[in-house]
């Protein structure tokens, strides 16, 4: 049985050992190099620009500014195409631009044949520009008679309202409490540890070869077609093994580019690989929201509306934004299904960096808010906060307001006992006093989370495999699947190797992705491989599984309904432990026979029309330092139910990360940008807060496995719910050590001491 | 300007002419050792961490000409015969890699630790300071921490 087994990776070997070739891990004769020019304002235009010094500099191949682009706007959000002309992506872009949107805007190109000559032509670039004021605050950005940062838009980028499960006003009528909270989080970055990077050349005069650091090779793929007016068929795009992702290379960043690049040069092969500084503004961001929100509730301590007003901040262009705050507040209603749900949400361009996807999309920024208002609705009444939310969070047999579907697996509230225990949240609460008064404060915090697995039945959810029978009887595994560090190859290998009937080892996945070959799916995104393409992968293995018995059963003159594979042999069904020949056996015959066979394979594509919905918590118990504003985690426990754990090395490899990032978004990280200048202070790894190994304590990650009926191996997501509920469990944790409540996203000592001296505590 | 630098990388002798402006990571990258990764370039991220005499270093901070006559290594040459370090192994056992590209720098910077602590009792807290200048955003360090405690305990 290779599901629920910690198997180690298979690409760990190559991981290890630095044999695993990343996109800047190949190069090729006469590679040139590209570089942008950024603009150095954060709102305006660019009057002139002057690039003839620039192109007389020797080794310099070309220069291009938004002149010589294509002048078709494309959008680059890293979603299936839909056929719904009312859910299309926002087509905002060009490949440069001469409307300064971002401190940091493409407006020009240059390409040489080394990055020191590429800079020197960046210098020699003159450009004058008109300034506007930057808009970086909702209050500027909407204000009155204030420039559109795109045309059209009242810089808007799309409303949302949707009111599930009741009637809101009479709802509110009835409850006995009505309280509210306002709450922000702040603009984070990926910082994946590989920069956005990638090449392009051509194979003739029109095939385009791409290969890039992308969590979706297929998407891309279109992308660039559409970017550059051409058909898909005849753009490749190559993934190799990826440096993380987080959701940043969920975006068609520099695909397009490059692409437009080789095609303007003679089809030479061109690098455009980003520095850090420059991905750090020049990619994507988390959207910083701000949200207000509004909890109903009874004496007893039942929830009863949850009414939300969030504002989203996507930045210069919209990228994710028109989707990020509905599918928040979509994923994250799992939580207290039984309560009316409300939500107004606004996306608003400012002159910042793009936002776009970035783990759990939406639902750590909605939760924050709803676990901080829920600790206050505990409070009120009274309760527990963990027994309040054992009162109202979802149970199995609820069902979505917003869909009327029934949940079909929860194990929220298995997640929070067993949390709580590992905590050992009541011995604490007992023995811990009620108030405290000294410097150092201790205190207990709990967060619930729920999430999805995949987009369905917003977007379409396509994947496939194929699987061949190789001459030795091991498989090798093509999927469009991308694996991106999350472990997905490893889960695929598995399923195979279960389903199939043959060893773990047995299973060859073809890691790295390239479009002309590899089947379709859509990519590493919404915590889908798994769930979506797992369902893919079943599928084609019982496909090889049938192929391969039926050719034993002609080798064998076996009635196939007597055998199976076991073990890579085929076996008797009823007595397994009779083996009638090795599938290794089989493959050579179906090889190499000259009267019969031919290489035994199997290929699948599917639509998954189903989503599981995830649910777990985040338990702290933290120390908080008055005089110094610091907070030190002591203990914290990330408690999960994503069905039936596939690899449990794996899943709690993912919490572990998951939480860092957390913990991370709560305590220290935050992209800064000042408003009057929109000039961003901390764009390196020094400035911005990534957590280190020092900042992180030891993490606890467990696991309540239900069986999810919608797949075949039971299981649900565990990719990015990780990363949603340890903020506000941590913001919770503050609160009861000192009974202040910080309502803001990262939670530093600078941030901190503002509630401390306004509450009194300092 | 060129010059000859002459070292040893994962115990083979080198002898490389080299513009004296480049780095160790660039000049170690071109040379075929692409575990040496950058992450930044400017030594926050200690992906490119090599053991310049058993030293953990960041190569993009360290120009070429500084190795001559120095003993380099690189996770290249940590596996030998087709089995992994010590180090290696645990890294994959306590569930230590995913996305892979922090990993060949923590190795090394991990190896060089358990190598100056051999025989010694030490402290997650010690083990955290001898990792600091390492990110890795996929793990948590959760592993990596509890990979090189085994490597220590392992020692003993």
């Known amino acids: 049985m290779a599901v629920g087994k910690s198997v180690q990776r298979v690409d760990g070997v190559a991981k290890v050992t630095g044999k695993a070739r990343y996109a800047d891990d190949f190069t090729m004769p006469g590679m040139r190099v590209a570089k942008y020019l950024r603009s150095t304002i954060a709102h305006g235009r660019v009057l002139t620009i002057d690039t003839s010094k620039a192109r007389a500099l020797p080794g310099v191949d070309g220069v291009f500014t938004y002149q010589d682009i294509p002048k078709k706007k494309f959008a680059t959000a890293g979603h299936p195409f839909s056929m719904d002309p009312g859910h299309v992506d926002v087509a905002d872009r060009l490949l440069l631009t001469d409307y300064v949107r971002y401190m940091g805007d493409e407006i020009a190109i240059v390409v040489a044949d080394s990055d020191l000559t590429a800079s020197k032509a960046l210098s020699l670039i003159d450009v004058e520009y008109e300034s506007f004021q930057p808009l970086v605050n909702r209050e500027d950005i909407l204000g009155d008679d204030v420039p559109e940062i795109h045309k059209g838009t009242g810089n808007v980028v799309k409303t949302h309202s949707f009111v599930a499960g009741g009637n809101l006003e009479e709802v509110k009528e009835e409850c006995d409490h009505l309280i509210e909270g306002r709450y922000k989080t702040q603009i984070m970055q990926h910082c994946h540890l590989e920069n956005h990077t990638a090449y392009a050349y051509m194979d003739d005069h029109q095939r385009i070869v791409i290969v890039s650091s992308t969590q979706i090779p297929h998407i891309a793929r279109r992308i660039v077609a559409e970017a550059l007016d051409m058909d898909a068929g005849l753009v490749r795009v190559v993934k190799p093994f990826i440096g993380g992702g987080f959701g940043n290379k969920q975006d068609v960043i520099l695909e397009p580019m490059v692409a437009f690049l080789t095609k303007n040069l003679e089809g030479i092969p061109v690098r455009l690989k980003l520095d850090r500084e420059g991905g750090m503004i020049g990619t994507r961001v988390r959207h910083p929201f701000d949200v207000k929100v509004q909890v109903g509730l009874d004496k007893d301590g039942t929830i009863k509306l949850i009414d939300f007003d969030a504002l989203s901040n996507t930045g210069a262009y919209a990228s994710h934004g028109h989707s990020i705050v509905s599918a928040g507040a979509a994923k994250t209603h799992y939580m207290y299904p039984r309560a009316v749900y409300s939500c107004k949400a606004k996306t608003i361009y400012g002159n910042i960096p793009s936002a776009g996807a970035m783990r759990a999309y939406g639902s750590p920024q909605m939760t924050f808010a709803i676990e901080a208002i829920m600790e206050e609705a505990a409070r009120l009444v009274g309760m527990d906060s963990v027994e309040f939310r054992l009162k109202n969070g979802a149970r199995p047999g609820d069902k979505s307001q917003i869909t009327k579907k029934p949940i079909m697996t929860c194990g929220l509230l298995d997640t929070i006992r067993k949390g709580r225990e590992l905590i050992d949240w009541k011995r604490k609460r007992k023995e811990w006093p009620k108030i405290q008064t000294g410097q150092l404060r201790r205190g207990l915090g709990i967060a619930i989370f729920s999430y999805g697995s995949g987009t369905y039945p917003v977007c379409v959810e396509p994947a496939s495999a194929r699987l061949i029978l190789n001459q030795d009887g091991s498989v090798h595994l093509q999927i469009g699947a991308t694996e991106i560090g999350q472990g997905s190859d490893t889960a695929f290998a598995q399923m195979t190797a279960e389903t199939v009937g043959i060893s773990f080892d047995k299973v060859h996945v073809v890691s790295a992705q390239d479009t002309d070959v590899t089947p379709f799916d859509t990519g590493a995104y919404a915590s889908r491989q798994t769930y979506v393409t797992g369902q893919a992968v079943m599928r084609t293995a019982e496909q090889l599984k049938t192929r391969i018995l039926d050719y034993a059963s002609i080798i064998t003159g076996l009635d196939v309904e007597l055998i199976t594979i076991a073990d890579d042999n085929i076996v008797i069904a009823e007595t397994p432990e009779i083996a009638v020949m090795s599938v290794r056996d089989v493959a050579v015959d179906a090889y190499y026979d000259k009267n019969r066979g031919g290489q035994i394979t199997a290929e699948v594509s599917y639509k998954a029309r189903n989503n599981a919905h995830v649910f777990g918590c985040t338990f702290v118990d933290l120390s908080v330092d008055i005089p110094l504003c610091k907070v030190t985690i002591n203990e914290i426990y990330n408690v999960h139910d994503c069905g039936v754990v596939i690899n449990p090395l794996g899943a709690e490899g993912q919490v572990h990360g998951g939480m860092a990032m957390g913990i991370g978004a709560a305590l220290f990280e935050e992209l800064m940008v000042d408003s009057d200048s929109g000039r961003i202070y901390n764009n390196n790894l020094l400035d911005y807060k990534v957590p280190t190994i020092m900042d992180i304590p030891d993490l606890g990650a467990a696991f309540v496995e239900t069986h999810e009926p919608s797949h075949p191996y039971g299981a649900k997501s565990v990719g990015e719910a990780p990363v949603i509920s340890p903020a506000p469990a941590i913001r919770n944790g503050i609160l009861d050590a000192t009974g202040v409540a910080v309502n803001e996203l990262p939670m530093t000592p600078k941030s901190i001491f503002k509630y401390f001296k306004k509450a009194g505590l300092l | ?156």
């Open chain 2, 1 to 156: 300007m060129n010059r000859n630098i002459s070292c040893t990388v994962n115990s083979k002798s080198m002898t490389w002419q080299i513009d004296i402006r480049m780095s160790l990571a660039d000049v170690l990258r071109e040379h075929g050792y692409t575990s040496v990764k950058e992450g930044c370039g400017v030594g926050e991220c200690g992906a490119c961490a090599v053991l310049i005499d058993d030293v953990a270093v960041d190569s993009c901070l360290y120009l070429a000409v500084w190795a001559d006559g120095c003993n380099i290594r690189t996770t290249e040459g940590e596996s030998k015969e087709g089995k992994l370090s010590p180090v290696q192994q645990a890294y994959l056992e306590t569930g230590s890699v995913q996305c892979g590209f922090c990993t060949p720098g923590l190795v090394m910077a991990s190896t060089s630790f358990v190598e100056q602590h051999k025989g010694q009792k030490v402290s997650r807290e010690q083990i955290r300071k001898g990792l600091a200048g390492n990110l890795c955003r996929c793990t948590g360090y959760d592993g990596v921490v509890r990979a090189v405690e085994q490597c220590i305990d392992a020692e003993e």
